[in-house]
């Protein structure tokens, strides 16, 4: 880069809290256990606000605790207004928002709006006739002459994803569990009570929606056959996988729907929304979604969710197709949350293990966009293999043993290593602590000044202190073999990352070495040498 070439002023507006933030994950049954059953609730998380408060995140991200059968572990939703008895009620919810915002943290919960549980009033009453008031609600359809579904479509968790109701005499759907039937989007009566539900939730003191497989949220209602997947060179566990997902998913009308959920959001300021959306290609939806000021603010990256390997190539694929251009959304990234497995199990190993991880997480916490911690990322916990007596995911279970078990990387959070059962509850946990978790318990990392703990608080305040690593640019310079070299820009700040992937030393250094000054290094050995599996960030200094 030119030295005299002006670095464009960041275009971002400095109220927009969200932008470049760092978010932290908390799964509510496994966090904190306040009342000894075994599974966490709203009051142990509230207890445990002070210590998510000092990693200096912006805000946290509540997995659901609607009211659930739990069929789905609370993506099964029964009331979307009211808090499962199991986490607490809704002025626990009240309490924690209010000593959340005390302490600096905005509060972000999930929204599930392309399906609800079986057992939630709407579709009591819808399934009950076809010609009561909420008769349109859900999909349903008629069998075709043989008896069979309407169609070919399949669900994520396996088997058709139609189930018969002898009730109305039709098949409703349902592209998860069958206790979790898909609601017709395309009514705007649907579209109205959900965004008053939305409306419910903001006005309760919420600062934004992590809004569900919102590319679900509508079908094709010709209900046309999916076509089928060519053949790969993986595994095909579901018959899912053998599908073209092209007439159940991902329809042309879920943005114009988004954009009545942001009009909505935009009635209260400073509102932060992010959308799910997976799959094989989600790329050009997560861009529909995010288009302009008119839809959601950010959408959440799959890229390093299920990577068994961290690559600089894979790095520069993933900020690549997140320009910085106008109409462009902001992209959210996360290494691995409530669905994927642990990332430090997929991509670290032996001896290396803890050095890897403070290497990527300094990584993680330098990339454009925001950063999503998964609780427990910041010890360094592992997956745990759940023995299969012990699994709670339908999915794992349905699919045994082929389908990876969600619950190895929803386990509790180790407080305490030397108290019962970690210091999570007075209990036996609902699953099994890992091995070695107990030795990464929070009380053994918390002193220590050579933690992964310690580490992930320190980059956080760099990025923090760094606008360049919260909003700025970015530059890639090399991405090959194990060197990831990028830029950081904003205004006139320019950091250099340098990112050592393996094993041997590596030399890089820019044109112009003494102008710079180093702000963060791992494994550094001086003259622009950077050991295994290190990193160096450096600023630039002024001419």
């Known amino acids: 880069m030119n030295d005299m070439q002006k670095i464009e002023v960041s275009k971002w507006s400095r109220d927009e809290w969200w932008r470049g933030a760092v978010i932290y994950q908390i799964y509510p049954r496994s966090f904190a256990d306040s009342n000894g059953d075994g599974v966490g609730d709203l009051p142990g998380i509230t207890s445990g606000l002070d210590y998510v408060a000092s990693l200096g995140v ?28 199991i986490f607490g009620a809704l002025a626990d919810l009240d309490a924690l928002i209010e000593k959340a915002h005390g302490l600096g943290l905005k509060v972000i919960i999930d929204q599930v709006y392309s399906h609800t549980s079986d057992q939630h009033a709407w579709f009591a009453q819808s399934r009950s006739s076809r010609d009561n008031p909420k008769a349109d609600w859900y999909v349903w359809a008629d069998p075709k002459p043989d008896g ?42 649907v579209q109205e009570a959900l965004l008053g539900v939305a409306k419910f939730w903001l006005d309760r003191g919420v ?48 943005p114009a729907f988004i954009e009545r959920i942001r009009a909505l959001t935009d009635q209260y300021p400073g509102r932060f929304t992010v959308a799910e959306v997976g799959g094989p290609e989600p790329d ?91 609780q427990g990322e910041e010890l360094g916990l592992t997956q745990v293999d759940i023995p299969f007596d012990r699994l709670q995911d339908p999915e794992a279970i349905a699919n045994w043993p082929l389908t990876l078990s969600r619950d190895g990387t929803r386990t509790p959070m180790p407080w305490r290593a030397d108290a019962p059962n970690c210091g999570f509850s007075a209990h036996e946990p609902w699953l099994p602590f890992g091995t070695d978790h107990r030795d990464k318990a929070i009380d053994r990392q918390e002193n220590d000044p050579r933690s992964i703990l310690a580490a992930t608080r320190r980059y956080v305040a760099l990025r923090r202190a760094n606008e360049a690593l919260r909003t700025g640019e970015i530059r890639i310079i090399e991405a090959q073999d194990s060197i990831l070299v990028f830029e950081r820009l904003c205004e006139s700040q320019v950091l250099l990352c340098i990112f050592n992937f393996g094993p041997d030393c590596i030399n890089w250094s820019p044109d112009d070495p003494v102008h710079w000054r180093t702000v963060e290094s791992l494994n550094d050995q001086g003259d622009w040498k950077v050991g295994p599996y290190g990193a160096l960030v450096a600023e630039k200094l002024p001419l």
């Open 58 to 85: 912006d805000a946290i991200w509540l997995s659901p605790f609607f009211t659930s059968p739990m069929r789905d572990f609370g993506y099964d939703v029964a009331d979307y207004c009211d808090v499962d008895p």
């Open 148 to 189: 069979s579904p309407p169609n070919n479509w399949q669900s994520v968790f396996g088997g058709p994803a139609w189930t018969w109701d002898a009730r109305r005499g039709q098949y409703y759907m349902h592209n998860f569990l069958r206790e979790q039937p898909q609601m017709n989007v395309h009514n705007p009566e």
């Open 207 to 254: 600062d934004g929606f992590r809004v569900d497989a919102i590319n679900f949220a509508m079908h094709d209602q010709e209900l046309r056959d999916n076509p089928p997947a060519p053949a790969g060179n993986g595994i095909r566990t579901r018959p899912f996988d053998f599908q073209l997902k092209i007439h159940n998913q991902s329809h042309p009308d879920i």
């Open 284 to 374: 050009r939806e997560m861009k529909a979604f995010t288009a302009g000021d008119t839809h959601f603010n950010s959408a959440y990256g799959f890229d390093f969710l299920y990577a068994d390997k961290l690559t600089p190539a894979l790095v520069r694929e993933a900020l690549e197709s997140w320009p910085s251009d106008d109409g462009i959304g902001w992209p959210s990234w996360a290494f691995s949350n409530h669905d994927a497995p642990r990332w430090i199990s997929r991509w670290a190993s032996g001896d290396a293990r803890d050095a890897y991880a403070r290497m990527a997480m300094l990584l993680f916490l330098c990339l454009r966009g925001n950063a999503i911690i998964w």
